[in-house]
C-alpha cells in the first residue's frame, strides 16, 4: 500500500496551483492550517537552492474532531499534508497522504471508518484537478 496519491497537472504558477487546490480542499470540507514554503526554508537555512515545494496542512474540523475523540494522541498525525511541487515540463505534482495507509500504525479500529472518509475527501481533492 502507497502511503499517498499524486496527479500531474499543468498550472500558470505555483500560485496559480495553490490557488486551485485550496480552493479543491474548501469543497471537501478543508481548510489550510499550514502552509511550508520548503524552498525558501532550504535557501533560508542551508543556503541550498530547491525546486517550488509547497506543504499544505489541510484539515477537516468535524472528522478531526471525531477523530480526536477516538484517539488522543492521533493529533501527531493530524493535519493531512497535501504537497505542490514542480514538476518536468512546467507542470505541477500534488500529492496528498493517504490517511488509511497512516492511521494502520495507530491499530484503532474506531479509526478505520474516518480514515477511509478523510482518504475519499482527499482522493476527490486529486482527482478534480
Given at each position: 500500500m502507497s502511503y499517498y496519491f499524486a496527479k500531474t497537472v499543468?498550472?500558470?504558477s505555483l500560485e496559480d496551483m495553490i490557488s486551485r487546490v485550496t480552493s479543491a480542499l474548501v469543497d471537501q470540507g478543508f481548510g489550510i492550517l499550514t502552509e511550508i514554503d520548503?524552498?525558501?526554508?532550504?535557501?533560508?537555512?542551508?543556503?541550498?537552492?530547491?525546486?517550488d515545494y509547497r506543504i499544505l496542512g489541510a484539515c477537516n474540523p468535524q472528522l478531526a474532531h471525531q477523530a480526536l475523540l477516538a484517539e488522543d494522541k492521533i493529533g501527531t498525525m493530524l493535519p493531512c499534508n497535501v504537497i505542490i511541487q514542480a514538476a518536468e515540463s512546467g507542470n505541477f505534482e500534488v500529492a496528498a497522504v493517504d490517511p488509511v495507509a497512516s492511521m494502520q500504525a495507530v491499530g484503532n479500529p474506531k479509526l478505520e471508518g474516518l480514515a477511509n472518509a478523510v482518504r475519499d475527501k482527499l482522493k476527490a481533492v486529486i482527482d478534480s484537478l
Open positions: 499543468s498550472g500558470k520548503v524552498r525558501e526554508t532550504l535557501k533560508k537555512k542551508l543556503n541550498e537552492e530547491f525546486r
